[in-house]
């Protein structure tokens, strides 16, 4: 009797083995997985997004319908990015990209649930620990991208910092710190949007045209 068994390797690649009973042998038979990376989509829908709600944190504008549906857009995004990360075999991207997609969801209730009556508004201090929780997330995400390139380090050092921020804005009432976490998350949003493209267009030259460290 003969079983055979795809094995995913870090590759990315298919291998398969020939295994008869009590005697495993590989066959050498080798499947390319045609599937592209998709990390450009969750970093250039978090950068986006980032930015344009940061630009509401700084005072540039006020929080509208728009930052609601770019909320949705990115949350939705993330969860997809890192559910096709997951099939690669990328538990780092799939914990990165599925967790900050739901952490824009669940910003997008917050904003609509006290609006459509479902909810109380949530009060300063359970803002401040709800924002104080991501940046320990955050934080812990920034250690495992010290294995990765200098772009993703700034990206979660960054997010980091800016949870803690706005975090501060909250539990002090000190709308000055929410001012800088605005500033701080629009280099933030930036840099992510830099780093989804630098791999994208790395990825399509075939060489480093975007150093990304």
Known sequence: MQLTILDYTNENDVIGMSETIGTPEY???????????????GLLAFGI??????????????LGSSIVMIGAYVGFAMAITGYMEWRKGNTFGAAA??????FWLTFVGLLILPKLGLADAASPT????????WALYAFVTFIATLKYNRALQFIFATVTILFVLLGLG???G???FTTIGGYEGIICGLSAVY??????????????VVPLG
């Open 170 to 172: 909250y539990l002090t």
């Open 27 to 41: 066959t050498g038979v080798k499947i390319h997985d045609p599937t592209s990376t998709a990390g450009p989509i």
């Open 49 to 62: 997004a980032t930015v344009l709600l940061s630009l509401v944190n700084a005072g540039y504008y006020s």
């Open 126 to 133: 359970a803002m401040a620990a709800y924002l104080f929780m």
């Open 97 to 102: 990209f599925v967790t900050f997609g739901f």
């Open 174 to 176: 000190n709308t000055l």
């Open 195 to 208: 780093t989804g493209f630098g791999q994208v267009l790395n990825e399509v030259y075939e060489r480093e």
